[in-house]
């Protein structure tokens, strides 16, 4: 089955600097890559996600890269906020399907004021 | 309406008890899921359902049993749990199951602590 791999699981940046999230996944025929933020004592929210026909998306502050050849996708948040600080977890599935996610352990983003 | 809303928030049962687990959604979603989430975890798939059918158990112990009375709704029941049962419980859904289903809207979660 899928594995996936997130690093780090705490990051500490100071306001305003950027934060990078790494995943990698282990099934090439993985296709789609959601990011989901989860706040403390509240529901995972996706914030973005991608598919594999393309290599980078954006929204705001917030892009996804990925590397089909590698097999590892990125969130990228500039700008950081203090409304930033949550669990970030990345995740993979087949056919683009919900059903078949597979999530990574998560990472605690921590921004410092 | 974009929620799916979840009850109760906050369970406690002893492990002889009998409780059940309530989530709804009117998005038009075919695809209803229960996630158990355990503290400073990711969110592990439990069950899925595909218009109203069971199409995942992800190998489940029979204590806990999901039931899709409609289209909108979801409910877990649950008997004779143990306290690692204790965990926070996700409903979520999606337009539909498998192909390009797009994005999961996650409930806010029954927290269970089983004594």
Redesign the interface.
């Known amino acids: 089955g899928e594995n996936v791999e997130q690093h780090p699981s705490t990051l500490s940046v100071q306001e305003g600097d950027s934060a990078v999230i790494k995943c990698t996944y282990s099934d090439s025929a993985s296709n789609y890559f959601p990011w989901y933020k989860q706040e403390l004592g509240k529901r995972p929210q996706l914030i973005i996600d991608i598919r594999s026909n393309v290599g980078e998306k954006k929204d705001q502050r917030i892009a996804v890269t990925l590397n089909k050849t590698a097999k590892h996708f990125s969130l990228h948040i500039t700008e950081t906020q203090p409304e930033d600080s949550a669990v970030y977890f990345c995740a993979a599935s087949k056919g683009g399907g919900a059903d078949g996610l597979t999530f990574g352990k998560g990472t605690h983003l921590i921004i410092q004021p | 309406d974009t929620e799916v809303t979840q009850t109760p928030k906050h369970l406690v049962m002893g492990m002889t008890n009998k409780k059940s687990l309530k989530c709804e959604q009117h998005m038009g979603h075919r695809?209803m899921?229960w996630y158990k989430q355990k503290a400073?975890?990711?969110?592990e798939?439990m069950f899925?359902y595909?218009y109203e059918k069971l199409?995942?158990n992800e190998s489940v112990p029979s204590r806990f049993s999901p039931e899709c009375p409609n289209s909108s709704l979801l409910n877990l029941h649950l008997h004779a749990l143990q306290p690692e049962d204790s965990a926070l419980y996700?409903c979520?859904s999606?337009l539909f199951?498998?192909?390009?289903?797009?994005?999961?809207?996650?409930?806010?979660?029954s927290r269970l602590t089983v004594l």
Do not use: R
């Open positions: 695809a899921y400073k975890k990711p969110p798939l899925v595909s199409s995942i996700l979520a999606s199951s498998g192909g390009a289903a797009g994005e999961l809207f996650f409930g806010e979660g």
